[in-house]
């Protein structure tokens, strides 16, 4: 099966500074790439997702890259808020629409 | 719109207890998720219902979980007896269509096995 590798665990920045995430998989197959932001006591929250035929997509201050070949994916969040802090998880799905999650990265947002 | 909907929020129960967690999700959502996240590790699969037929049950860890979605709308997931390791945070999804569709996630059920 899947198996999502998600780095860094933990992540500190400064206030305005960026910050990127990363993430492997292991199925070829995959070719839907989610990534969700979940702050406390609520559940996840997509924030921005990529299908396999596409290697970026950017929406304001969030990025996310796509390497099929290397089977890598990245979050990018620029100009980072002090409310961009919370724990991220991405993911990796197949057509059956079942989602392999990653660890998780809990980034924090020093003002 | 309301979201999907979780029920309870929380739930402290003794080892050989039975609990019956409830999610109810988007209005015409076909597709509905369990998900478990035990002990700060990752979010892992559980079963999928499209309406009230279960697509995939192979993330189910063993028989002390029943899910169920009679007529396709809410559904039930029953942990019978209730193990220490079964503590954790029940999540519950939904989504429109099948191909890839984007999730939507209940806020959890934090169940402690006690």
């Known amino acids: 099966g899947e198996n999502v590798e998600q780095h860094p665990s933990t992540l500190s920045v400064q206030e305005g500074d960026s910050a990127v995430i990363k993430c492997t998989y292991s199925?070829?197959?995959?070719?839907?790439f989610p990534w969700y932001k979940q702050e406390l006591g609520k559940g996840p929250q997509l924030i921005i997702d990529?299908?396999?035929?596409?290697g970026e997509k950017k929406d304001q201050r969030i990025a996310v890259t796509l390497n099929k070949t290397a089977k890598h994916f990245s979050l990018h969040i620029t100009e980072t808020q002090p409310e961009d802090s919370a724990v991220y998880f991405c993911?990796?799905?197949?057509?059956?629409?079942?989602?392999?999650f990653g660890g998780g990265t809990r980034l924090m947002v020093k003002p | 719109e309301a979201g999907v909907t979780q029920f309870p929020s929380h739930s402290v129960i003794e080892k050989g207890q039975t609990v019956t967690l409830r999610c109810d999700p988007i209005?015409?959502?076909?597709?509905l998720y369990w998900y478990r996240r035990v002990m700060g590790k990752e979010i892992k699969f559980l079963l999928h219902?499209?309406?009230?037929?279960?697509?995939?049950e192979s993330g189910m860890p063993n028989n002390r979980f029943l899910a169920e979605r009679t007529g396709g709308t809410y559904s039930t997931l029953k942990v019978q007896p209730a193990e220490l390791e079964d503590s954790g945070v029940y999540f519950c999804?939904?989504?429109?269509?099948?191909?890839?569709?984007?999730?939507?996630f209940g806020n959890g059920t934090r169940l402690t096995v006690t």
């Open positions: 999804a939904s989504s429109q269509g099948v191909w890839n569709s984007p999730l939507h």
């Open positions: 199925d070829s197959a995959s070719n839907y």
């Open positions: 990529i299908r396999s035929n596409v």
């Open positions: 993911a990796a799905g197949d057509a059956g629409n079942m989602l392999t």
């Open positions: 209005s015409g959502h076909d597709n």
């Open positions: 219902f499209v309406k009230e037929s279960k697509q995939d």
